[in-house]
């Protein structure tokens, strides 16, 4: 069984870091497309960035360009999203995903993602 467990949300200033980490386990993930996701209270989930297990190579959002970055820790299975400069508009549920095996990197849509961790919060304070 697939699951993902995502940590590390909680309240920080504007300006401010936060590092969210998922423990991903039940399959191997080498082959996958793994994301980082958003929402906002009565917004849409929002696409943030994805990373191809193999090779490491990333696809971001404009909105987070230059200051989020996706890394993976092959032996414990985990992914992270570093998140710099953050503002009060990142202030969201995060979620990470699994999309499946795959070269394509440039998965944006929720419905490219099979399985989702429970998501864990981040606020930004002004």
């Known amino acids: 069984q697939v699951q993902l467990v995502e940590s590390g949300g909680g309240l920080v200033q504007a300006g401010g870091s936060l590092r969210l980490s998922c423990a991903a386990s039940?399959?191997?993930?080498?082959?996958?497309?793994m994301g980082w996701f958003r929402q906002a209270p009565g917004k849409e989930r929002e696409f943030v960035g994805a990373i191809r297990w193999i090779g490491g190579s990333t696809y971001y959002a404009d909105s987070v360009k230059g200051r989020f970055t996706i890394s993976r820790d092959n032996a414990k299975n985990t992914l992270y999203l570093q998140m710099t400069s953050l503002n009060p508009e990142d202030t969201a549920v995060y979620y990470c995903a699994a999309g499946g095996p795959g070269r394509l990197v440039r998965r944006t849509a929720p419905r490219e993602y099979d399985y989702w961790g429970q998501g864990t919060q981040v606020t930004v304070s002004s």
């Open positions: 039940g399959r191997t993930f080498s082959d996958y497309v």
